[in-house]
Each structure stands twice: as C-alpha cells, then as structure tokens.
C-alpha cells in the first residue's frame, strides 16, 4: 500500500469514527431528553393560565417533542449503519437500513428539525408568551429547552456535511413530509376538541382566518424547508450526486 493510500485509510478511519461519535452523542442526548421530559416534566394544571397544558394528549401532542422522537429514531438508526450497514457515498446495493436513514433525514428529521427550531426562536423573540410562557421556566429547565429547540438544528446541520444521503425523488419525499404535517394538524384539532384549547398559546390569539392562513404557512414553510435540505445535499454532495446518478442510469 502506498503512502497516499495509507494516509487516505487513516483519514477515512478518523473521520468515520468521529462520524460515529457524532450518532452516539445526539441519540444519547435526544433519547435522555425525551426521557426526561415525559418523566419529570409536568406542567401544573390548577392555575387559570397553565390551563393551555390540558393532560389531553400527553407530551405527543406537541410538534418539539414528536420532532424529538424522530431525531433519536434518526440516530439510532445512522448508529446502527455506521457499523451493520454502509456509509459508502454511492453504494450498488444500500442495505435497508441505510435506505431508510436516508428517506428519514430527508423526508421528516432535517425538515422538522428546522420547522421546530426556527419557528420557536421566532416566535419567542417576538413574544415568548405565545410560545413558551415564563409561567413554565420552574418546571421545564433551560438545557431541556436548547436540547429540544436548539440542538436539533445544530445536529442535523452537522449531519448534512458529515453525511451524504440519496434523497428520494422529490414528489415521494414531499409527500412524505405532507401526510406528516397534515397528520399533526389533525391531531393538534383532535386535541382542541377534547380538551376545549389550543395546543399552542398563538393559537389563542388568532381567529378562524388567521390560524387557516397560519396552517398554510407553517405547511408550506416545512415544504420549503424539504427544498432546502434537498439544494444544500446537492451542493455540498455535487460529487457524490453526479456519481450517484451515473450508477443507476
């Protein structure tokens, strides 16, 4: 083995282990998160303007916390490829379980994690009532809060240079990624029957009109956000993608 060889060896072998180290330390970090919250947060119930946190639904009637899941799942499962699977830029023949960790970082875990952490940075620099009420500092600590709020988003960054992915065609992944929002939409209406309020505070403020075209917006900005994670594999992965392509023509 030559030289170049050898040091291109070494350096596949230390960029592949902090690749790994990278899964290991978001799914531990996202699973004790979820841990956590659904263990030892709990929002009081009695007082007239915590009544918005009705037992209704749980912890998974909120978008950060399914998100939360998705992201551990997401994990996980790049764990488990990094050593019974494939990271191979431009495979033959992905394993499953590649395949699926590829659909689910395009489809669901970038898109959402971005929805979710540019959404309620947002709307808590504009208003954090409308989002997170000071009411809920006691109970919901501050690294929980940049775990579910913050993390998701420097992680999944991280994982779009790090990593390569085929994304799926684009009307498969959009649609994907449209049944799970319109899923969470119904859900969240599910959960204001039953429990008389909104899930989320701005909802409260926004009448019939408004909230249809707040709907709309935050569908069309997660979609958007699809596009996004979709350009920006192409162009940091512009190599890859072309040699992809070439493969399966």
Do not use: C
């Not at 970090?29 to 009695?46: A, H, L, R």
């Not at 940075?121 to 500092?137: C, G, N, Q």
């Not at 994982?159 to 939409?185: D, N, V, W």
């Amino acid at each position: 083995m030559g030289t170049a060889a050898r040091t291109n060896s070494v350096y596949g072998g230390v960029y592949g282990a902090l690749r790994t180290l990278m899964h290991l330390t978001a799914a531990v970090q996202f699973t004790y998160g979820i841990y956590y919250d659904y263990s030892y947060v709990e929002f009081p119930t009695t007082e007239p303007e915590m009544r918005i946190h009705h037992p209704f639904g749980g912890k998974f009637k909120y978008l950060t916390f399914l998100d939360a899941l998705i992201q551990a799942l997401y994990y996980i499962v790049s764990l488990v490829n990094d050593f019974v699977g494939t990271n191979e830029l431009a495979p033959k023949r992905p394993p499953a379980i590649r395949q699926f960790k590829d659909w689910l970082m395009a489809t669901l875990a970038f898109p959402v994690a971005l929805n979710v952490g540019v959404t309620f940075w947002t709307l808590y620099a504009i208003d954090r009532e409308l989002v997170f009420p000071k009411v809920l500092d006691p109970v919901f600590p501050s690294w929980l809060n940049h775990v579910l709020h913050t993390n998701i988003v420097v992680f999944i960054v991280l994982e779009l240079f790090t990593s390569y992915r085929a994304y799926p065609k684009r009307s498969k992944g959009l649609t994907g990624l449209t049944i799970f929002m319109g899923a969470y939409l119904v859900w969240i209406h599910i959960v204001k029957h039953y429990s008389g309020v909104w899930v989320y505070p701005v909802l409260e403020v926004l009448q019939l009109p408004q909230r249809i075209v707040f709907f709309v917006a935050v569908i069309g900005f997660t979609l958007a956000l699809y596009l996004v994670g979709e350009f920006l594999n192409n162009t940091v992965w512009a190599k890859e993608v072309k040699l992809a392509k070439r493969k399966s023509n």
